[in-house]
Nanobody
Framework: QVQLVESGGGLVQAGGSLRLSCAASGGPFSKYMMGWFRQAPGKEREFVAA????????HYANSVRGRFTISRENAKDTVYLQMNNLRPEDTAVYYC???????????????????WGQGTQVTVSS
């Protein structure tokens, strides 16, 4: 059973930075596509970023492109989300997700992901 544990969330002022981490266990992490999603109060869970294991190409939502960077360290079974120039509208619970099939052509779809973490809160004050 794959388990995903997020960390690194917190409270930050607008314009600040945070780095989220997601540690995976219980499976061949290096074979997964890894994604980050977020959910703000009263809103649906939305795609933020993903990274394929097959080619390492990142995918980003337009709202975070140029500010967020996703990366992975297979030796540590960990995926990161570096978030710079944070805005109040980035406030949400951030979730890590794993896709065993590496469906990179559908990276932004929640449906392709097989496992989810419990989430970590990110709050950006204005």
């Amino acid at each position: 059973q794959v388990q995903l544990v997020e960390s690194g969330g917190g409270l930050v002022q607008a314009g600040g930075s945070l780095r989220l981490s997601c540690a995976a266990s219980g499976g061949p992490f290096s074979k997964y596509m890894m994604g980050w999603f977020r959910q703000a109060p009263g809103k649906e869970r939305e795609f933020v970023a993903a990274i394929s294991w097959r080619d390492g190409n990142p995918h980003y939502a337009n709202s975070v492109r140029g500010r967020f960077t996703i990366s992975r360290e297979n030796a540590k079974d960990t995926v990161y989300l570096q978030m710079n120039n944070l805005r109040p509208e980035d406030t949400a619970v951030y979730y890590c997700a794993a896709d065993l099939g590496d469906s990179s052509w559908s990276a932004s779809s929640r449906d392709v992901y097989d496992y989810w973490g419990q989430g970590t809160q990110v709050t950006v004050s204005s």
